[in-house]
């Protein structure tokens, strides 16, 4: 069975250009995360599809991000325009089951952005 | 609110010798707790979760983690560590659909 795979693995741009992210979860997950690791600090959580529904989008820095889910498959982070404060990792995770709070979570490689 | 407070930011060891790796959190509601590790140029990968029931935790490669409930703690423990074990450690603790990370712990198994 194929993990969850994220692409590209590095972007390098420019403050001002648009990067978009890309997330495959593990077949048949209906559950979808994307989360953010500032260099040195947490992993902290962006937001959650269910499916091709937004569940909770309350940890999106602001209205330069934008995330979707087409088809309830793969998924897409934008964003637009990118600033030096978007520097990090950027981490996908899918799980299967509706969340109860100790479904286990799959993650991605990650995709590595630095926005110079 | 949730948080996890990883207070080791590296942690050098030789080959073979016992490790431990701390983690506390804090929470208003019961929370689940889990341990991943990030090998390099890979995705992060569970080692152990704590549901319910029985304290200590054993999880994959021999690593295992006790959940103390009066000290909010969840350390992770192994004891003979391996130059393969080289790798960052989170702990995270889960409260409704969101995952709180602690800023994770370098292991360098030392030859």
């Known amino acids: 069975e194929a993990g969850v795979t994220q692409f590209p693995s590095h972007s390098v741009i420019e403050k001002g250009q648009t990067v978009t992210l890309r997330c495959d979860p593990i077949s048949g997950h209906d559950n979808l995360y994307w989360y953010r690791r500032v260099m040195g600090k947490e992993i902290k959580f962006l937001l959650h599809?269910?499916?091709?529904?937004?569940?909770?989008e309350s940890g999106m820095p602001n209205n330069r991000f934008l995330a979707e889910r087409t088809g309830g498959t793969y998924s897409t982070l934008k964003v637009q325009p990118a600033e030096l404060e978007d520097s990090g990792v950027y981490f996908c995770?899918?799980?299967?089951?509706?969340?109860?709070?100790?479904?286990?979570?799959?993650f991605g490689p990650g995709t590595r952005l630095t926005v110079l | 609110a949730q948080s996890v407070t990883q207070l080791d930011s590296q942690v050098p060891v030789f080959e073979e010798a016992p490790v431990e790796l701390r983690c506390n959190y804090s929470s208003s509601v019961s929370v689940y707790l889990f341990w991943y590790v990030q090998y390099p140029n890979q995705g992060l990968q569970l080692l152990l979760k704590?549901?319910?029931?029985?304290?200590l935790v054993k999880g994959i490669n021999g690593f295992e983690a006790e959940f103390n409930k009066s000290q909010t703690s969840f350390h992770l423990r192994k004891p003979s560590v391996h130059i393969s074990d080289t790798a960052e450690y989170f702990c995270a603790v889960s409260a409704g659909n969101q995952f709180y990370f602690g800023t994770g712990t370098s292991l360098t198994v030392i030859p």
């Open positions: 704590y549901l319910s029931g029985s304290t």
């Open positions: 995770a899918s799980s299967p089951l509706i969340w109860a709070g100790g479904d286990t979570q799959y």
């Open positions: 599809f269910v499916k091709e529904s937004k569940q909770d």
